[in-house]
């Protein structure tokens, strides 16, 4: 029994050996942030790269680390995160000879379209928000002769699919100026201050580029009333961070800011105020929608049947925003038609709409007649 547990010591102390000789050779992370809310701490950019990986093999020496985990200071920046991007070989340890290389911080998060295709033609209707925005174009274009009465902050507001953010690249593409989109859900990071620093990124990406515009989707997502707290948790140094950037006590007088909200009633009244000019979206009228379907059922690689009748499918669409028309009404009808190989049929209209609107109201057959 003893010769036998005496063999099972020297195969584990030899598995242990092998595991010890399987050391990660390198190890990419990345600064992450602070993981308790709270810790309003200064946010670390490692720029002496060899400190860092003398003080990260000795903290984190023997660790053993797969891609995603994450490594926690213990010494310059007490419980600062760093997430693992990559490491070679997969699942190793940490060692002495271990090479540590930083990732910037997400160097490719705020991309700029700096062309698109989208034009002010492609949007129908929405005419007040258009002539605002021809200002706005003005501005981008000559931004001296507006003095210190720029239109900097501007809000889009409306129902969704109602062309808010087709208007906000029509206007770049028409200024000839870079675009900077991001979802304000994309600024909620795991760690306090990472929304913050990124916000401060983004305008720094801008100030390289201006004149551009930054465009903010889901607005909301960081910028509710506080009665809506517990609902949207903290986020309270990203809307400082931006409230900081949008005030302008660094002067930008080429970035303009468009931030887009389906939600304007549940926007906290501190940061609405913040916009110098709200611009209203609205659901398209009779006469629209029937352009709309008019204008991109006209692009189909198939041919509309005889029996189609735009004019009655705009008057059975009533409330349905551009979006709607386009991607649950015509693609899903010309998709039907492609799978059945033929041309785009009313029936193929009629079930699209069907399954657009829904069991809860069902719409009487031959409602297109």
């Known amino acids: 029994m003893r010769a036998k547990q005496r063999v099972n010591n020297k195969k584990s102390n030899k598995f242990k ?176 201050g990472d929304g913050a620093r990124q916000i401060h990124q983004l305008y720094e990406k801008a100030e390289e580029l201006m004149p551009c515009i930054i465009f903010i989707d889901e607005f909301d997502a960081i910028a509710l009333n506080r009665s809506y707290q517990e609902i949207r948790g903290d986020v309270a140094e990203i809307v400082n961070a931006l409230l900081t950037e949008m005030d302008g006590i660094d002067e930008r007088e080429g970035i303009c800011t468009i931030a887009a909200t389906n939600m304007l009633n549940t926007l906290d009244p501190a940061i609405r105020s913040r916009f110098e000019e709200e611009i209203e979206f609205t659901i398209p009228t009779l006469e629209e929608r029937y352009e709309i379907l008019k204008l991109y059922s006209g692009t189909f690689p198939k041919k509309l049947g005889k029996d189609v009748n735009l004019e009655a499918i705009a008057k059975a669409t009533a409330g349905f925003s551009g979006r709607d028309l386009v991607e649950k009404v015509l693609k899903n009808a010309l998709h039907k038609a492609i799978l059945s190989g033929g041309k785009v049929t009313k029936a193929q209209f009629e079930a699209a709409l069907e399954e657009a609107i829904g069991k809860k109201s069902e719409p009487p057959r031959g409602m297109f007649a």
């Open 17 to 192: 050996s092998n595991l010890k000789g399987f050391g990660a050779k390198t190890v990419v992370v990345k600064p992450a942030g602070y993981p308790l809310k709270g810790m309003f701490h200064e946010y670390p950019e490692p720029c002496e790269l060899d400190v860092f990986e003398y003080y990260a093999r000795e903290q984190w020496n023997g660790f053993v680390v797969k891609k995603g985990d994450f490594l926690f200071d213990k010494r310059m920046f007490p419980d600062f995160a760093f997430k693992v991007i990559n490491v070679e070989p997969e699942n190793s340890e940490i060692g002495k000879n271990t090479k540590f290389v930083v990732e910037d911080y997400d160097s490719d998060f705020f991309v700029p379209e700096t062309k698109s295709e989208t034009t002010f033609k492609n949007i129908i209707g929405q005419e007040r928000a258009k002539q605002k925005c021809k200002l706005i174009e003005s501005f981008l274009k000559n931004p001296e002769k507006f003095g210190k009465w720029l239109p900097k902050n501007i809000l889009f507001h409306g129902p969704a699919g109602t062309g808010k953010t087709m208007m906000a690249k029509a206007l770049s593409n028409a200024s000839e100026v870079p675009f900077l989109p991001v979802r304000a859900t994309k600024l909620i990071g795991e760690f306090v």
